[in-house]
Structure formats: C-alpha cells, structure tokens
C-alpha cells in the first residue's frame, strides 16, 4: 500500500559526492519521521540520519559535516546529500519512514536499498 523508492546510489571515488533520494508513494494520509540507514557487508543496519516533519534533524556522528539530510513534505521525499565521502561510507542504504497510511496505524516502512560504493 506505501512503496518507497530509493535512487541516487553509484559509486564514486573518495572525496567525491552523490545524492540520495526516497519517494513514498500509496494512499498516505501523513509522514512523521524520514530517515536514512545504511548497512555495509558484514555488519549491523545503522542510522545515518533522520528529520521530522518539521525539519528537526538527526545524524550519526560519523557523518556530520559531510552528509546532509533534507525533505520535501509536498512530494513526500527525502534527500541525502553526501559530501567529501569516505571508502567506510560504502554500503547499502535504506529509507525509512513513518507512515500513516489509509486503513493503517502510523508504521514504519522500508524502501528496497540503494548501494553506495566509495573507492579510495
């Protein structure tokens, strides 16, 4: 009923820049909390940064300064600006967002992942 759907994803040298973006798409009435996470091989998923609705933000402290988090609440998007990115930045990464959706409670939902591939 709500899809999300990431793009942006590639690889890229180190010191280099992408831009990720998430769609939600369906019958969603509202969106609380957007967010990104990402999960190199081998390890857990982590937060990498998230925003409300209102545009209060949060991110992982290993990338502050470099990765910047935004959002549309019009066309239900967020962004990922990555900056100045690192070979440990390489992962798989996820949007996330809670979503209150015709007929459902507020609930988390997970886009398909978009792979970032930084080499040094």
Request: charged share 20%; net charge positive; with cysteine.
């Amino acid at each position: 009923q709500v899809q999300l759907v990431e793009s942006g994803g590639g690889m890229v040298q180190a010191g280099g820049s992408l831009r990720l973006s998430c769609t939600a798409s369906g019958r969603i009435l509202n969106i609380r909390t957007m967010g990104w996470y990402r999960q190199a091989p081998g390890k857990q998923r982590e937060l990498v940064a998230t925003i409300t609705s209102a545009g209060t933000t949060n991110c992982a402290d290993s990338v502050k300064g470099r990765f910047t988090i935004s959002r549309d609440n019009g066309k239900n998007t967020v962004y990922l600006q990555m900056n100045s990115l690192k070979p440990d930045d390489t992962a798989d990464y996820y949007c996330n967002a809670d979503v209150l959706a015709v007929a459902n409670p507020f609930r988390d939902y997970w886009g398909r992942g978009t792979q970032v591939t930084v080499s040094s």
